[in-house]
Each structure stands twice: as structure tokens, then as C-alpha cells.
């Protein structure tokens, strides 16, 4: 008997396009220059959280833009997320952000949006309006800053916010 699909991503598919995929790697080779660039700011690069980091030592936390530590201390969180506008799957951004808030409730959690439904009457802006009420395309200290663009973002301009950002978390 075969098994019945019950929605999801299927085994052996992705969920990712060519501008999710271009935005995933922007997010990732930024954050690994500016691990190098920053080094000697007492700035830690980590790729994930490790389990033993996250409460309850279970789940995982992956950001695409990484995880920053200063003095052992989680400061901040970049993601990258894709959608057009209709779907859910931004709603998937709330477990990291909810995991990163328990280790560290001011800390900054920085998410880059685009796609079809990366504004603010879009599907992302009214998934995670809940989330950001200063607003979106603004920086927050120790909160949720949302950048979005429907066409996508210039590596430049990730890396100034995101370089602004860490430098102003330290």
C-alpha cells in the first residue's frame, strides 16, 4: 500500500528557489567574511546552535546568517527567508526566533525577506507583524528588525546591515 502524501515537503524535494537559494549563500559567505573582518572585536561566528546551547538540549537552529556570541553571550541571529504571498512557510521563523529569545531575551534577531510576499500587507509582513511592532526596514536594538524587498537585496547592502548591527551589539 502506498503512503498517503499529508502535505509538507516531500522526501526528496526542497523548498528553496533560485532567490531563496541566492539569498540563503548571500547571508552565509557574508557572515564568514565578516567572521574573518571582525575577529579581533571579541565577535564569535558560529554556523548553529549547538543542542547543549538550546533549552531542553533538543531541536535545532540553523540561521542562515549564523549566530553571534560576545563574551559567551548570544547577541544576535541573521535569517533569510523567502516566500511569494501566499503559503506559510515564514511561519516556520517564529521556533528560531523563540529558541534564540530563550537563551537570550535582548538580544538582536535580524531577518532579510523577499519574494512576492516580502511587504508589509504581504503574507511575511502579516505573519510577522506580531512580531515587529516598531515596524519592518528599520534596525531595533535588542528586538526583531525585518528588512524586506521583493526583489531581493544587494550583497552590500546585507553586509552594512548586518556589520552595522554586530558592531553596534558589542
Not at 500500500?1 to 540563503?24: C, E, H, N, P, R
Not at 515587529?132 to 546591515?161: A, E, W
Request: hydrophobic content about 35%; charged content about 25%; glycine content about 10%.
Amino acid at each position: 500500500m502506498a503512503k498517503k502524501f499529508k502535505g509538507g515537503i516531500q522526501k526528496g524535494t526542497v523548498a528553496m528557489d533560485a532567490d531563496a537559494s541566492k539569498l540563503d549563500k548571500q547571508c552565509k559567505l557574508i557572515a564568514k567574511e565578516l567572521a574573518e573582518e571582525l575577529a579581533d572585536t571579541g565577535l564569535v561566528y558560529q554556523r548553529k546552535l549547538t543542542q547543549a546551547e538550546i533549552p531542553g538540549n533538543l531541536g535545532g537552529c540553523e540561521p542562515d546568517g549564523g549566530a553571534w556570541f560576545y563574551d559567551g553571550k548570544l547577541i544576535a541571529i541573521f535569517e533569510a527567508k523567502k516566500q511569494q504571498d501566499a503559503g506559510n512557510a515564514i511561519e516556520r521563523w517564529f521556533k528560531n526566533q523563540y529558541i534564540a529569545r530563550a537563551i537570550n531575551p535582548d538580544m538582536d534577531y535580524v531577518t532579510f525577506c523577499v519574494g512576492e510576499g516580502a511587504y508589509k500587507h504581504g503574507v511575511m509582513g502579516k505573519s510577522l507583524s506580531v512580531a515587529h511592532p516598531d515596524g519592518f526596514n528599520k534596525y531595533v536594538p535588542y528586538g526583531n528588525s525585518c528588512y524586506m524587498s521583493i526583489d531581493g537585496f544587494t550583497t552590500r547592502r546585507i553586509k552594512q546591515l548586518m556589520k552595522k548591527i554586530l558592531l553596534e551589539s558589542t
